[in-house]
Nanobody, 127 residues
């Protein structure tokens, strides 16, 4: 599986950004897709995930502000981020693993076998 993110950048607090992730090379019938983020010196944090059937899950820190979605062809995944806060500043990685997503959202941090991550895109929230 290959994942390529885009869409990061600098935004003021309260602003919005949309991240995109183009995936290819899927070998299994179903995948959990989603986003994790990481601040230097800290562990990766699961942010949002979406199953093949469209079921989405979010961490408590972004629920109500971020929305994960896929296009109809299921080749591109998006993360719409609204009401951004300085604490959202991090490197954001697109991630996937075969099978269904777990409820915790943390499965994409590496808990599941065959998890793949993209190269990351930086999001900086600052005035």
């Amino acid at each position: 599986v290959q994942l390529v993110e885009s869409g990061g950048g600098l935004v003021e607090p309260g602003g919005s950004l949309r991240l995109s992730c183009v995936g290819s090379g899927y070998e299994y019938g179903s995948y959990c897709l989603g986003w994790v983020r990481q601040v230097p010196g800290q562990e990766r944090e699961g942010v949002a995930s979406i199953d093949t059937d469209g079921t989405s899950r979010y961490s408590d820190t972004v629920k109500g502000r971020f929305t994960v979605s896929q296009d109809n062809a299921k080749t591109t995944m998006y993360l719409q981020m609204n009401s951004l806060k300085p604490e959202d500043t991090a490197m954001y990685y697109c991630a996937s693993h075969p099978g269904q997503c777990l409820d915790s959202v943390q499965d994409l941090t590496g808990l599941m076998p065959k998890t793949t991550w993209g190269q990351g895109t930086q999001v900086t929230v600052s005035s």
